[in-house]
């Protein structure tokens, strides 16, 4: 986990409200991703992003949203569009050369009240 | 397309036993393939990976896993589990040469849980 922090570890959506889960490195990586885990389902991937200001949709893309103004951040809103939010989601990161380890955060779990 | 086939939703091993954890891809061109494991409530740690060259790859805490090119696996193996090796294993391909597009993303497998017994 070293190197990329995600907070809250916990946090509870009412409903109709969008939350927005934090995503920080300090390794001075380019690449950034966003993903989604649910019991038996492995890693979905949501949102990456390769440069400043720059993302791209991954597959599952619907009811969230990004933003990439700092190399090392990478926030996720999870809008009140995603009907079933309720999941464990990670950060991870990546060096520019395409041989580089993706390295992931600790993870937040999001819970609907 | 590329994907990953995890067949084993869950092995079961004595502590001091050899394990394996069975891996099989599908990419278009060359893989890039790795392991990571997970603890509960935890993000995912690098275990090993194959990029090029020797198909016997050798990572963290005393794993180790192969290559076969002509079986598309990469199967994880250990020669003495530890009860402390019980978590969570993911299975990930990205193909070398960017074929699949998308940021050179990883495509994971569903998981197997290792849980090992005393």
């Known amino acids: 986990d070293g190197g990329i922090t995600q907070s809250p570890k916990y946090l509870f959506r009412k409903e109709g409200q969008n939350v927005t889960l934090s995503c920080e490195q300090n390794?001075?990586?380019?690449?950034m991703y966003w993903y989604r885990q649910d019991p038996g389902q492995g890693l979905r991937l949501i949102y990456y992003?390769?440069?400043?200001?720059?993302?791209q949709k991954g597959d599952i893309a619907e009811g969230y949203s990004v933003s990439r103004e700092k190399k090392e951040s990478f926030p996720l809103t999870v809008t009140s569009a995603q009907k079933n939010p309720t999941a464990f989601y990670l950060c991870?990161?990546?060096?520019?050369?395409?041989?580089?380890?993706?390295?992931f955060g600790p993870g937040t779990r999001l819970l609907v009240l | 397309a590329q994907s990953v086939a995890q067949p084993e939703d869950q092995v079961n091993v004595a502590e001091g036993n050899p394990l394996t954890v069975k891996c099989t891809y599908s990419?278009?061109?060359?893989?890039?393939l790795f392991w990571y494991v997970q603890y509960p409530n935890r993000g995912l740690q690098f275990l090993l990976k194959?990029?090029?060259?020797?198909?016997l790859v050798k990572g963290s805490y005393g794993f180790e896993a192969e290559f076969n090119k002509s079986q598309t696996s990469f199967h994880l193996k250990k020669p003495s589990a530890l009860v402390s090796d019980s978590a969570l294993y993911f299975c990930?391909?990205?193909?070398?040469?960017?074929?699949?597009?998308?940021?050179?993303?990883?495509?994971f497998g569903t998981g197997t849980q290792l849980k090992v017994e005393l």
């Open positions: 194959y990029i090029t060259g020797d198909n």
């Open positions: 990419v278009s061109g060359n893989p890039y």
């Open positions: 991870a990161s990546r060096g520019m050369t395409v041989q580089e380890t993706q390295y």
């Open positions: 390794l001075n990586h380019d690449a």
């Open positions: 990930a391909v990205r193909d070398r040469e960017g074929l699949t597009g998308g940021g050179n993303k990883l495509t």
């Open positions: 992003s390769q440069i400043v200001n720059d993302f």
